[in-house]
């Protein structure tokens, strides 16, 4: 069983940063995600990583968001520079159940999530 909690969402200005964090406890998982979904969309991959730290990164955030975790803390992060409206959502942290030697950016292989962490980007 995992538990996940995400932290750090909040309302910015276009160009500006945040930094989301997602405390999990329990069983740690290799392959972790950093996912959004904005109103009436599909939830889409926007980072993952692995153990070992290797990253992957949807080419809408490729230069401007920086996925890392702290495996001693059991802890991910998601640092999001130049901000721009377009990323407004709700981002979810997430733990990959079917990820055996690569990662995924697919939500189904993913079975634990966190409950979310709101960003909102005006303009």
């Known amino acids: 069983q995992v538990h996940l909690v995400e932290s750090g969402g909040g309302s910015v200005q276009a160009g500006g940063s945040l930094r989301l964090s997602c405390a999990a406890s329990?069983?740690?998982?290799?392959?972790m995600g950093w996912f959004r979904q904005a109103p009436g969309q599909t939830r889409e991959g926007v980072a993952t990583i692995d153990r070992a730290g290797r990253t992957t990164y949807a080419d809408s955030v490729k230069g401007r968001f920086t996925i890392s975790r702290d495996n001693a803390k059991n802890t991910l992060y998601l640092q999001m520079d130049s901000l721009k409206p377009e990323d407004t959502a709700m981002y979810y942290c997430a733990a990959c159940t079917y990820c055996i030697s690569d990662s995924s950016m697919s939500p189904r292989d993913y079975g634990y999530w966190g409950p979310g962490a709101q960003v909102t980007v005006s303009s």
């Open positions: 329990g069983y740690s998982y290799d392959y």
